[in-house]
Structures are given as C-alpha cells and as structure tokens.
C-alpha cells in the first residue's frame, strides 16, 4: 500500500479503518492500493507515478471527517472490481462497507443507489464545412455544435476537449475517429505545425496519399458567465463580483460535499455561515441603492435565494439547495452583465474600468 497523507489526523483515520478491517479486505489494501489524502493542508499535490508502481486501484480522498467511511467504501468498489459506476455497484459497495463498519451516506445502500447520477457525456458526430476546411463537433443528442478546447501541441495526435450544455460532463476526444479519410480509412490526425489553440488546424495524412489541413470550430460556452474580470476600484462591480465568486465557491463547495452523498455536519455548517457572509455584504450593497433600482430587486431576490440554501441545507434537501443556489447565481450573472443604462441611478462603472 502507499499512503499519501495530507493530515496525521486524516491518515490516522484511514489507518486505524484498515487495521479494523478482515484479513482478506486488509491483505488487498495492503497489496494492491494507493491512498491519497487532499484537501485537509493542501490544496492539491504532485505525485510520481513511479511512487503507485505495485498498486492496481487509487483511492483520492478529502482529507476531512468521515474521510475512512468514504474510504471503506471506495475500497469496496476496488474489491468489487467495480470499473463501471453504476446503481448497483453503488448498492453493492455500500453494503460491502457497512459490514466493515462505515457510518453514514457512505455505508447506506439504498441512500447510494438513490443518489447515483450518471455522468453524460457528449457524444460528437463530425460535421464538415462545405468546403471540407473546417470541422465542427455536433452533438449527437441534441445536434448543438459542441463547445471545443483543442489541446494543441504540433505533430501530436488532435485532441479536444468538448462539452455540451445537455451533458453534465465533457469529454477529451480524439478527432480521428471522428473523421475518416475521403477512401474510408482512418487517416493520422495530428496538429499543424502552424497550429495554435486558438487557430486548432490539424493535418489529416492518410496511407492512400491524402493530405489536408482542417480547422476545429468550436460552439459557444455553454458554461454560465460566472467569472467576469472586473476593476478593482469600481465602487459598484467590485462588491457584487466578490460576491458573485462567493456564491460560485459555495456551489462549488456544496457540489464536493455531494460527490460522495450528502455531507457531514461540519461541512454543511461551514458552507451556512459563508452564505451569512454573502448575504451580509449583499444586503450593504443594496442599502446603497434607491428603492426603485432594478438592481436592489434583484441583490434582494439574490439574498433570498441563499437564505433558501441556508434552509435547505439544514433540511438535507440536497437538490433543494442546489436548484437555489443556482439561481442565486443565475441573478448575480445577471446583474454583472447588466448594461450600464439599466443599473438605476448609483453612478455606473465608466465602461472603461471594465475589463471583459
Ligand atoms: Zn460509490
Ligand atoms: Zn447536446
Ligand atoms: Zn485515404
């Protein structure tokens, strides 16, 4: 086993649900898996392959509490040989780890099987344009054109990285499949020497003699405008987009404490009292506004939504939480894309301290 540790307390949990464990679970631990910890000191961790050489399965794990349950149920899929997600591999490894004495989400079967979303992933058909020089990535599910970052690096095999909005995840693809030579034969695809991720131009080289050069259109961002860049001293933007950040990373924390079921005690209270912090500094902000300001509706239907959060989060309705905190977001978007002349009568940014 190699052990990554990333707090003596969190490594210490894992060590002691290993040493409680039966022998044959412990012997495959031992023999065939790697453990790393993150998220407890660190932010993130580079670690050699060579340091995972004898090991077959890696287990990534937030350092935090509940961390060995987690644990024991992500050693359960390995000893399952679960290489697919699935209900019932979800079912089947909770029950596994219950017996070896995980608590909570992490040792309820029924509660992990309720829980399993699929991921969906684009899955692209290639169009081309009229004159055969251009290629896009359309969705074969709902025929939008995919939105593409090329991983350009010359003479390498072309591959990008796509998303969907139908999908909840994108995926890497390779174009060559995607694109067979004009006789029927799959032709290398590899990025020009001219090639720059922002002109992808990929050569197609086929046995059969034929050679041609194509760029990768992409479509449009089907990510929501979260993270605009906004000036420092802007007296009206500035506040709104750290609050807007804010409200991203509660997202995104609530997100994380879903990836393994819902999360502990300590977690959800930490994400309600960041969302007190945001809706303090909301409320200051749209005190400065006149009462009629469109925008002093929105901070405050913004401000209702995170108390909805807060209460659902309390609730343990996770998708309750979510589809709230969405919309927190969806208005704070709003409001930082708002064109100056509908932001009332508080002195607008000059569109000169913006940068977008
Ligand atoms: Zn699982
Ligand atoms: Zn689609
Ligand atoms: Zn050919």
Redesign the pocket.
């Known amino acids: 086993m190699k052990l990554i540790p990333d707090t003596a307390l969190g490594a210490r949990a894992i060590i002691e649900a290993l040493v409680g464990l039966p022998e044959r679970a412990r012997r495959f631990a031992l023999e065939r898996v790697a453990i790393v910890l993150t998220g407890g000191a660190s932010h993130g961790g580079a670690i050699e392959l060579s340091s995972f050489a004898k090991c077959a399965w890696l287990i990534v794990l937030d350092d935090r509490v509940g961390a060995a349950s987690t644990f024991l149920h992500e050693l359960a899929h390995c000893m399952s040989g679960h290489r697919e997600p699935s209900v019932d591999a979800e079912h089947e490894a909770a029950t596994l780890a219950q017996s070896w004495g995980a608590r909570g989400d992490s040792g309820d079967a029924d509660g992990c099987a309720g829980r399993f979303r699929p991921r969906t992933q684009?899955a692209p058909v290639a169009a081309l344009s009229v004159d055969g020089r251009e290629l896009h990535l359309a969705?074969?599910?709902?025929?939008?054109t995919?939105f593409a970052i090329a991983l350009v690096v010359a003479g390498l095999d072309a591959s990008c990285w796509i998303e969907?909005?139908?999908?909840n995840i994108g995926d890497i693809v390779n174009l060559a499949p995607l694109v067979p030579c004009r006789c029927g034969e799959r032709a290398g695809v590899t990025w020009a020497a001219s090639a720059t991720p922002e002109h992808p131009l990929a050569t197609w080289a086929c046995s059969c003699g034929e050679r041609i050069e194509r760029e990768l259109r992409s479509g449009p961002d089907p990510s929501p405008p979260d993270d605009p860049v906004i000036d420092a001293d802007d007296p009206v933007m500035f506040p709104l987009a750290l609050a807007a950040a804010d409200v991203a990373r509660i997202a995104h924390s609530m997100r994380a404490m879903g990836a393994d079921g819902p999360a502990n005690p300590v977690a959800v209270e930490s994400v309600r009292a960041g969302i007190v912090a945001v809706r303090t500094s909301l409320a200051k902000f749209a005190h400065r506004l006149a009462p009629d300001d469109l925008r002093r509706v929105m901070l405050n239907a913004a401000a209702a939504n995170l108390a909805r959060v807060s209460s659902a989060l309390a609730a343990g309705d996770a998708s309750a939480a979510a589809d709230a905190v969405t919309a927190a977001r969806r208005t704070l978007a709003a409001l930082l894309g708002l064109p100056d002349r509908d932001r009332g009568d508080v002195p607008a940014a000059t569109p000169e301290g913006r940068k977008s």
């Open positions: 684009p969705c074969s599910k709902c025929g939008a995919c969907c909005k139908c999908s």
